[in-house]
């Protein structure tokens, strides 16, 4: 498994319509060529601070797949305005373990 992390500043002031806007354009990424789910998870300390983590088969169904997209254009287009700072975005490879008892 491949995942995608992306490191999404937004500006304070329109965080909850950062979020309603994700909603909307979500769909575009599941159903994406080789998706496997996401999270979108707001940082605690800096609320601003987004993280989306994507699953993906392989780094290839990401980029140049995805992002190569009309789909991803637009999923983009739906959420640029709410942006601080240019996302950053990298890969890690890797497999959840099972919890320790």
Request: some cysteine.
């Amino acid at each position: 498994m491949v995942y995608e992390i992306a490191l999404l500043p937004v500006h304070k002031e329109h965080v909850e319509q950062f979020r309603r806007a994700f909603d909307e354009v979500a769909p575009l990424l599941t159903r994406a060529k080789g998706y496997g789910g996401h999270m979108l998870a707001q940082g605690i300390e800096t609320p601003e601070l987004f993280n989306l983590i994507v699953r993906w088969a392989s780094l290839e169904d990401h980029t140049p797949g995805f992002e190569e997209s009309e789909d991803h254009q637009v999923f983009m287009m739906g959420l640029e305005a709410y942006f601080a700072e240019e996302p950053k975005v990298y890969h890690i490879e890797g497999q959840f373990s099972e919890s320790c008892p």
